[in-house]
Each structure stands twice: as structure tokens, then as C-alpha cells.
């Protein structure tokens, strides 16, 4: 059978047509591809943009915090050389802190009442996600501050040891340290605690405990 120069030519066009509809498939395919990656990127800047506003607004919430200390270890001051009859008034009140849990230290400050939980209680060693068994001991803080203390204003404070960041993922202690306390404040809110009354802060190896163990905790403070 002998094919003459129209029946080539039409299979030529066929063939071209086929090629055509397959290179607009695979274009369509790639724009699709491309338009995901796209979301997926803008999603994570998005993430990351609002995890730099938290750190700076820690930042700003740290230096405040400072400002706080140094007035009121000021006006301590004052108070301890005030007339005894004043000082009797601050000493009862100073001792009249509650149990609430026995993995967390409550002390009364002059800025209010300061609960530490060490971090070994709530976090496996470079990690900011709350041990299981962590949720038990945030609960009852949770409840004593709903019963006791709302309405206050609170700040959740990480404290890290000394260690170099090494295998974490961490840039610093000081990012470790505000994960950390992130992580608690997102579990309280998610129990019953209003996310606008919670500031954040994290000191990481700053402010050392006498042991690396005990440098590794949140403080949570209900400011009065």
C-alpha cells in the first residue's frame, strides 16, 4: 500500500495535534505544581514571620520584666527599712503561699506569686514539646490560677542550662528556652486560660540555679 503525499501530511498533523495536547497536559501539571509550592512557601513565611514577632515581643516583655525587678527590688528595699509593724504585714503575707503540686515551687515575690516547674518535669533533654505526664502538673496549676488568681495577668518564663545547642535544632538557649515557655502557655490556653492575659519570656541560661537540673525550668508568675 503506498501512502500518497496528503495521507502523510495528515498524520503528520495527527501527530503534531497528539504531541500538542500532551505538552499542554504536562504544562498544566507543572503550573499546578508550581501554584502548590508556591502556598506551601507563603505558609511557612507566614509561620515564620509570626515566630519572629513572638521572639520580639518576648524581647520587649524581657526588658520590661527587668525594669519590673529593679522597682521591685526598690521598693523591697523600702519595705525592709520600714517600722516594724509594716514589716510584720509583708512577713505573713510573704509566707502564705499554697500547695498546688509537688513538682512545683511556689514563692511569693514582689512582683506576685512565682510557681517553677523544673524543666525535666515537662520536656525531654533539647526538646519543647510537654511530656505526657507534664499535662497532670500544669492541670492542677492551671485550676489553682482559675480558683485563686483570675483575672491576673501572668508570664511564663523558659530557663535553659548552660549546654551549647548542639543537636537540638535550636539556633540558642534563649530559642529553646522561649519554645518552652510557648509551649506551656499554648497548653494553658487551650485549658481554660485567656492567651491575652499570658506574656512570654525566656531568660535561657541566664540566672543559673545551683545545678544544671535546676536551671532547666519555667517560672510562671501571676503578677499582682
Known amino acids: 500500500m503506498m501512502l500518497t503525499r496528503n495521507t502523510l501530511y495528515g498524520v503528520g498533523l495527527a501527530t503534531m495535534s497528539l504531541c ?27 509561620q515564620l514571620t509570626q515566630r ?4 520580639t515581643s518576648a524581647e520587649k516583655e524581657r526588658l520590661a520584666a527587668d525594669a519590673r525587678a529593679s522597682d521591685a527590688e526598690r521598693r523591697l528595699t523600702e519595705v525592709e527599712s520600714a517600722p516594724p509593724s509594716i514589716m510584720a504585714v509583708d512577713v505573713v503575707n510573704a509566707g502564705n503561699t ?12 514582689a512582683e506576685g506569686l512565682n510557681m517553677t516547674i523544673p524543666g525535666d518535669v515537662l520536656f525531654d533533654s533539647g ?29 511564663v518564663t523558659g530557663f535553659t542550662d548552660d549546654d551549647p545547642i548542639k543537636k537540638s535544632g535550636f539556633k540558642s538557649n534563649y530559642h529553646l528556652g522561649f519554645d518552652r515557655a510557648w509551649s506551656v502557655r499554648e497548653y494553658c490556653t487551650s485549658n481554660g486560660l485567656d492567651g491575652a492575659d499570658i506574656a512570654l519570656a525566656s531568660y535561657g541560661p541566664q540566672d543559673p540555679k545551683a545545678t544544671k537540673a535546676a536551671s532547666r525550668r519555667v517560672e510562671v508568675l501571676v503578677i499582682r
Open 98 to 109: 499554697p500547695f498546688i503540686d509537688e513538682n512545683i515551687t511556689v514563692n511569693t515575690t
Open 20 to 46: 500538542v495536547v500532551g505538552l499542554t497536559g504536562c504544562d498544566n501539571k507543572v503550573k499546578d505544581e508550581n501554584a502548590m509550592l508556591l502556598r506551601e512557601n507563603d505558609a511557612l513565611r507566614s
Open 127 to 155: 526538646k519543647a514539646s510537654l511530656k505526657s505526664g507534664a499535662k497532670k502538673t500544669l492541670d492542677k496549676m492551671i485550676a489553682a490560677i482559675k480558683k485563686d488568681y483570675s483575672g491576673n495577668k501572668l508570664r
Open 52 to 55: 519572629n514577632d513572638a521572639l
